[in-house]
């Protein structure tokens, strides 16, 4: 009877710890959260672009043409080095690197939730002073060994909106990572249509200083006939020289673009020297680009997204800080062995074990709480106008894009027109001079425009293709290229 009254008396102790742990689940479960939920803020934008109707043709052109947009410019080694940029870019994976980061530390704000649970050991050996019983003292030793464990109960939910300033924190760095994949792409775009656009006018001056030395040639045989005086040849002479010195610089332009593409994929300067020394055509794409409504930006651009969570983390924190306005509930307890004889110290008979709640209230700290809530206010503050100022510049930067590319249209087939024009102003020229029908000054009027038109026409070539590249990178392409698990 004995036994059995001892197994019901423990079957009712561990019924009434059931209990209470149940209850105490039911408290954190209904348990407020203190401070204010977080809610997206409300942007009107405008229904329409303020730059010119955009080119689009949807029934082509998908989301996923968006999200790997350089594809578009049907260049196989611009998608070869946006590729390489994306694997090996150091931005990219520091970027990387802070996700795994947030990811820890969102680990670390979860952790509040559950109990901290401690392992001890100890041995003490000690001496009292004398006393009436015991005239030399008393010399004893203690051991002890056992567990001890406290937990937090998250009543007013500051562990809580620790978590969810945790969560928004971690969307706050993948975002962040997504807009550096938006401006790397771009940067290596914009790098890669530069080289093309450099040697493509070294090309330019490089005919045209062949074509000025043959007529510099050629006026010297006239001037040593009679029929042309020294100063045609020394303008001739003089025109040649001015386009020779327009070369070093241009060459060292192309192999600086090379220089960048290179740190751009994460390899020393001259990594792609041999690869990208060969001249080709300045990439292009078609205009049509699906810029669709102002709102798309929202869900579009990962700098828009980026700024929205920084409000959602600030919110949170509000939260965190009011909490500690509140009292702070937690149960503690301890059990183990504790005896003075080492033989005997984990014998049954020397178990020991205390269990219990306890409650502190911070009543006063000189207003440090308060002024914790006001700051974490005041940063909230700032995330929203962030938030609204980062719209704005992003459909400035889509409309500066629209404008650009249409009128930089206008630009190139002006300039074509140009260098149509010059051309057969070249020929005429040479042609009459040759007859004695016009003088010279003519013919080298003629040339300059002709190579200044066509030194135009590619660089306008090159900023039509750059304009595209900033219109994507402006609407938010380039970012869904690549996912971190």
Known sequence: MYTALKMNLATLRLAKICSLVLLLCLILINGCAVGPDYKPIETTLPSTWAGPAPKSDTNTITEKDIACWWTAFNDPL?????????????????????????RAARGVSLSGFGPVLNAVSSYRRSHSP????????????????????????????????????????LNVVIEGR???????????????????????RLNIARNNLAAQKHTAELTHKIVTAGFANSLDAANADAQAATTAAQIPLLEASAEQSIYSLSLLIGREPAA???????????????????????????RRRPDIRRAEAQIHAATARIGVATADLFPKFSISGSAGFQ?????????????????????????????????????QKALQEQSAITYKQTILTALKEVDNALIASTKEEERKKAFSDAVAANKKAVDLAKQLYIHGQTDFLNVLLAQRSLYASEDALAQSTRTVSTNL?????????????????
């Open 130 to 169: 004398q006393s009436a019983a015991a005239n030399d003292g008393i010399t004893s030793s203690q051991y002890q060994a056992g567990f001890d464990a406290a937990w937090e109960l998250d009543i007013f939910g500051g562990v809580r909106r620790s978590v969810e300033a945790a969560d928004a924190d």
């Open 78 to 102: 611009l998608v070869s080095l946006v590729n390489r940029a994306i694997e090996s870019n150091l931005d990219i994976r520091q970027a990387e690197a802070r996700i795994r980061q947030a």
């Open 178 to 200: 997504n807009d550096v994949l938006v401006t790397l792409a771009a940067e290596v775009a914009v790098n890669y249509i530069d080289l093309r656009a450099y040697q493509q």
């Open 272 to 298: 792609l020297l041999t690869e990208l020394k060969e001249s080709s055509d300045i990439p292009a794409a078609s205009p049509l680009v699906p810029v669709g409504v102002p709102s798309d930006l929202l």
């Open 339 to 375: 005896n003075d004889e080492f033989n005997s110290w984990m014998d049954r008979v020397n178990r020991f074990w205390s269990f219990g709640p306890s409650v502190s209230w911070q009543i006063f700290n000189t207003g440090k709480t308060i002024s914790n809530i006001e700051l």
């Open 469 to 485: 590249v900033a219109l994507y990178k402006a609407i938010g392409g380039g970012w869904g290229t690549i996912i971190v698990e």
